[in-house]
């Protein structure tokens, strides 16, 4: 892979992979009846992001590439479940609510890793981390009192369960930093593909959508790869603390196409979805300046 040494372009590349998974919430508001294909969706998504990312492999490792498979382990097996319930839970939270509310609770990512990592990895979370967690915690909270309805109310608990799946996955990777990354990935991909093969089985479904929705979800699945594939070039040479701020460009963007009215969608968050998702925003700002001095660099490979 082309080695980055240049923080300036590594800064660069990070923003421009958050934009290309800025466009997932915009892609799937053009799903025809998305509600009624989540498993379809799935379904194509997985296999697409199963077959860039071994393609991927093949030209960066060679033909051996498929000896990572051999090395995921235990952690490799739980991350790459973790990862494909949070594929899962995205779009049952995104199809139930509103695009804001469920990036903001995947905005509560680097607090809900934390948690994972202090009960299960012993790692200390200092008192300004803590605080961190409660302005997060208090912006949810306040964005749970305005989804009206069971289905509002329920997309944001599957937007929960989603930030849940991918602090797994994060938190499987500092367990065994040795854990092949990207093959973990393929197989949340291949896990995708596996359930909603079943359920669709189960349920008499058919395994594919229309023509057009077929598109959308390969397209969906094609810029998960994309923006993976850019993040791993920049994130060697960024410390973890740059990363997790530069992580709202992916927030912010997803949130603003579908809000753009010339883009069509013109989804409008409410006034308590503002509120909350203000204080989700400064409690990362406020958590990576406190994280400032972590050098900590976060390889994806």
């Known amino acids: 892979m082309f080695q980055i040494k ?5 800064v660069t590349i990070i923003l421009l992979a958050g934009i290309f998974w800025s466009f997932g919430p915009y892609v799937v508001r053009h799903i025809d009846q998305a509600q009624n294909v989540p498993w379809q969706y799935l379904f194509t998504r997985g296999i697409v992001i199963f077959i860039l990312l071994n393609l991927f492999l093949f030209f960066e490792e060679g033909k051996y590439f498929y000896k990572n498979y051999f090395k995921v382990g235990i952690s490799g097996i ?3 479940i973790g990862l494909g319930i949070a594929m899962t839970t995205f779009i049952w939270s995104i199809t139930n609510t509103t695009a804001a509310i469920t990036l903001l609770c995947l905005a509560a990512m680097p607090f809900i890793t934390a948690l994972l990592g202090f009960l299960f990895l012993k790692e200390e979370i200092s008192i300004n981390v803590w ?6 915690t208090f912006g949810i909270g306040i964005m749970a009192m305005e989804t009206t309805g069971s289905n509002s109310f329920l997309g944001l608990l599957f937007g929960l369960a989603s930030a849940l799946g991918f602090s797994v996955f994060s938190v499987s990777l500092r ?9 973990t990935v393929a197989i949340a991909g291949l896990f995708c593909c596996l359930l909603s093969f079943i359920m669709m089985e189960h349920n008499n479904q058919p395994l594919l959508s229309s023509n057009k929705n ?17 993040y791993s070039m920049g994130s060697k040479v960024i410390p973890a603390a740059e990363l997790t ?48 001095d972590n050098k900590r660099f976060i390889g994806l490979n």
């Open 245 to 292: 701020l530069l992580s709202l460009t992916e927030i912010i963007g997803g949130i603003f196409w579908v809000w753009l009215p010339i883009l069509g969608i013109n989804e409008i968050p409410s006034s308590n979805t503002i509120v909350g998702g203000f204080l989700i925003f400064m409690s990362i700002v406020y958590y990576s300046m406190i994280i400032q």
């Open 6 to 10: 240049d923080h300036k372009l590594a």
């Open 214 to 230: 077929e598109a959308l979800f390969a397209t969906h699945g094609t810029l998960v790869c994309l923006g993976l594939i850019l």
């Open 78 to 80: 739980v991350g790459g």
């Open 131 to 136: 605080i961190s967690i409660l302005m997060a």
């Open 175 to 183: 367990w065994r930093k040795e854990t092949p990354k990207f093959t």
